[in-house]
T-cell receptor, first 116, second 116 residues
Framework: DSGVTQTPKHLITATGQRVTLRCSPR?????VYWYQQSLDQGLQFLIQ???????AKGNILERFSAQQFPDLHSELNLSSLELGDSALYFC???????????????FGQGTRLTVV | AQKITQTQPGMFVQEKEAVTLDCTYDTSDPSYGLFWYKQPSSGEMIFLIYQGSYDQQNATEGRYSLNFQKARKSANLVISASQLGDSAMYFCAMREGMDSSYKLIFGSGTRLLVRP
């Protein structure tokens, strides 16, 4: 058990709909990261939050947004869903901050999203 | 250009033997970190080992060791005494820089199958 909790584990929804994926980081970790794993694109970094602030952005579509709350949990919102958004969405957490202490990032079990 | 290259889409190894999974990387940043993750068929991403660019010694974690050759820009994972439970996808990843951003760039993965 990595200590990172993602809910739900599975989600099936229709095209055009909106869903919210939730992530609780490991105790003490300030950074949360979202990744998308699809068969054609592999593992892609989406976005990072550090202590409530957006810190880095990757290949995240405009239809997607995220936020990190004061209790450090994070939510990834996916809207106007398309078939191609079907993927495994991972959340990861780490201590964060500057410097060499960031030697680990622990991943949650992922949310498998299927858009039909 | 590919930042992380894993040239072995699939590999077989006999139980109890050692196996090396290849990873080469490309960066001009002097500060970077290299990671290996294991993804079993259940889908979760399991952190295995980390190597920092300034680390003098090769990283080891139990049966996992990282053969870090900086000049050749390679970070191969060595699994000793393979077990059936080692059958999984293995991903090499890189983090550039030492700021608070933790954007991991992943390779395409190597599927390892351990034969009894």
């Amino acid at each position: 058990d990595s200590g990172v909790t993602q809910t739900p584990k599975h989600l099936i929804t229709a095209t055009g709909q909106r869903v919210t994926l939730r992530c609780s980081p490991r105790s003490g970790d300030l950074s949360v990261y979202w990744y998308q794993q699809s068969l054609d694109q592999g593992l892609q970094f989406l976005i990072q939050y550090y202590n409530g602030e957006e810190r880095a952005k990757g290949n995240i579509l405009e239809r997607f947004s995220a936020q990190q709350f004061p209790d450090l949990h994070s939510e990834l919102n996916l809207s106007s869903l398309e078939l191609g958004d079907s993927a495994l969405y991972f959340c990861a957490s780490s201590v964060g901050g500057r410097g060499p202490q960031n030697t680990e990032a622990f991943f949650g079990q992922g949310t498998r999203l299927t858009v039909v | 250009a590919q930042k992380i290259t894993q040239t072995q889409p699939g590999m077989f190894v006999q139980e109890k033997e050692a196996v090396t999974l290849d990873c080469t990387y490309d960066t001009s940043d002097p500060s970077y970190g290299l990671f290996w993750y294991k993804q079993p068929s259940s889908g979760e991403m399991i952190f295995l080992i980390y190597q920092g660019s300034y680390d003098q010694q090769n990283a080891t974690e139990g049966r996992y060791s990282l053969n870090f050759q900086k000049a050749r820009k390679s970070a191969n994972l060595v699994i000793s005494a393979s077990q059936l439970g080692d059958s999984a996808m293995y991903f090499c990843a890189m983090r550039e820089g030492m700021d608070s951003s933790y954007k991991l760039i992943f390779g395409s993965g190597t599927r390892l199958l351990v034969r009894p």
